[in-house]
């Protein structure tokens, strides 16, 4: 007994100090990282064109056509300068092929700046656990180990990634070249049951807005596999978009009262097609949207951001009575993965080996502390320059109405912007940048 009472009282001592030795370190860090950040905006960019800058952007469909097209308004308002913004983000990439094709493009465009805001096509999305901060840093710690082996044990499970991985990079291409689909098309063609290839080839003529091709390999993907959420959510919004009403409603319908679907799967099909009533109809059509859902009493986490959407646009519409599941639902992005950790070191390291400046941005509502966690205990730290797009819009949520600042939710607590929402984000972005140059 006396041995026992020995041993517990000696881990608990260990435990006591590794604490002690976990909660210094942290401070020490946190200090000397304030310290080498108000050093570090003290320097100003040398470009290496007096007369003109180059900004490389980088990034998945948040990216691509979004607040790249705003910037140079923003820069001419304030520097006299030839400002040259250059969009390299591609819809649907990963980190992987970014980081793939970083050294070509900082070779081929000889960019002043590069501005990162990517990573969410790669996060674990969990809709019941998130991961807490811990003020007691060993519970951290053991979350670290945790996340970690889970990590190992995912890599280990999708034995496909590689044949995934070459389909994307095939889309990629496509729309970098606008060449090389017809490599896609031959392999569906050849063989429909390749459930990856053919939900690359709908994505990308979606994105392409053929939405006849849309539909044809819609309805081949039906013909050789189950139900899936993403597909269904592709096809509907391509009956928006063409007007196609009463066909859209149909397979709202029939996807509600599907079985093969989890509720979940549903909410997350009936909160995408939002942005295609609201961008791709009319204000009366998203009001019929709205009322049909409540008609039928869906549940869905919806409801509250498109009620309030119509009453800021001065639409009459009732707001819902009956219990809704999931009203506070959201599903958390969960950034911290090692995947991406090692590719925003390897992109940031080239980058800086190549004397250009790296400016990695956060996503809107997403704390900049993820971002900079990628970095800790590197020297890579020191040498970027870091954009928080957190409190810019948790201000303007708090003003207006979500669908006003986003088109989607695809990510939880944001998805892709408005033009007010892009505006923010550049906005935001060239105010540091010209601190930087100026």
Known sequence: ????????IGITFALFCLEILLQTSSFVLKYANKISNSQKTEKRIKTKNDNSIKILCIGESTTYGQYTKMLPYFFNKKINKDFVVIDCGIPGTNM??????INEQISYYQPDIIVSMMGINDAQFDDKQIYKQYPIKIFNLFLIIKRNIESIVATKLYA?????????????????TGK???????????NPQDEDAIKSLIYTYR??????????YSNIFFEHHKTDNSILFMLTDCYIKQEKFEDAYKLILATIQSNELSDKQKNKYLSDLVESFIYYSTLEQTKKYYEFLTSNKIETSVLDHLYNYLKANNINVKYYTYKNKYKYFARQPDLNTEEIKKYYQYIAKQIIDNNTIYICMGYPTIPIEQFKNFFEGTDLINKIYFVSNEKNFKEALNKYSYY???RDNFAGTFGHCTNYGNELIAKNLAETIIKLID
């Open 1 to 8: 007994m006396k041995r026992i009472l020995l041993l517990f």
């Open 96 to 101: 992987k092929n970014i980081a793939e094709r």
């Open 207 to 216: 994105m392409d807005l053929n939405y006849p091709q849309t539909e044809k």
């Open 404 to 406: 006003q600042i986003f």
């Open 180 to 190: 090389g689909l017809e490599i896609l098309i031959d392999i569906v063609d050849k």
């Open 160 to 176: 496909q990634e590689n044949k995934r991985t070459y389909y994307q990079k095939i889309v990629d291409d496509y729309f970098n």
